[in-house]
Nanobody, 122 residues
Framework: VQLQASGGGLVQIGGSLRLSCAAS????????VGWFRQAPGKDREFVAA????????FYGDAAKGRFTIARDNAKNTVFLQMNRLQPEDTARYYC????????????????WGQGTLVTVSS
């Protein structure tokens, strides 16, 4: 199973990015798919997650009102639309999948992608 995260880059304050998480070797059908981020010197932080079957989204405090998580069944891909980005959003963003009874708990996920770097500059 491989998760491929993409879509990161350099963006100015207030800009937007859309991250993608695509799976190969596995479908997301029974999973939760989550996004976490980690900035240098900081702990990994829950950003958002979605339960594939119910299409139910969950958001961490930093994401509420600015980020939207969505899935594409046909592409077996999860997207994270990030708007009104701020310098504190600078981090490497990781996607993960698994049964994840607690979607905000990184330890509850079985599979992880390599991450994609988001840098927000002033």
């Amino acid at each position: 199973v491989q998760l491929q995260a993409s879509g990161g880059g350099l963006v100015q304050i207030g800009g937007s990015l859309r991250l993608s998480c695509a799976a190969s070797g596995r479908t997301f059908s029974d999973d939760a798919v989550g996004w976490f981020r980690q900035a240098p010197g900081k702990d990994r932080e829950f950003v958002a997650a979605i339960r594939w079957i119910s299409n139910s989204p969950f958001y961490g405090d930093a994401a509420k009102g600015r980020f939207t998580i969505a899935r594409d069944n046909a592409k077996n891909t999860v997207f994270l639309q990030m708007n009104r980005l701020q310098p504190e959003d600078t981090a490497r963003y990781y996607c993960a999948s698994g049964s994840a009874n607690r979607v905000s708990d990184a330890a509850a996920y079985d599979y992880w992608g390599q991450g994609t770097l988001v840098t927000v500059s002033s």
